[in-house]
């Protein structure tokens, strides 16, 4: 079983799809995203391509790829 690690896409639609591009190209089993999500957090900037809805939807299809842990910025969501 092939794992993909990785964290804190915060929100934004450009890194998720970045990550669906290593997804693929790692031909990951499984994906273990480690927290802030959706979220940016009140103390950062907005990412690149800020869209949590965008995300939501990218990561759908994934749900059975995905084990998902809770971020300090998540907990505002």
């Known amino acids: 079983m092939k794992l993909l690690i990785a964290s804190d896409i ?3 639609a450009h ?18 995203l480690l927290g802030d999500i959706l979220y940016h957090g009140p103390r950062n900037d907005l ?3 800020y869209a949590p809805k ?3 939807a990218l990561l759908n299809p994934l ?5 998902c842990v809770r971020g300090n910025c998540d907990t505002e969501v």
């Open 10 to 12: 915060h929100g934004s």
């Open 15 to 32: 890194y998720c799809r970045m990550l669906l591009a290593a997804i693929e190209n790692e031909k990951a089993d499984r994906v273990l």
């Open 47 to 49: 990412p690149r391509e």
């Open 54 to 56: 965008e995300v939501i």
């Open 63 to 67: 749900k059975n790829k995905l084990l």
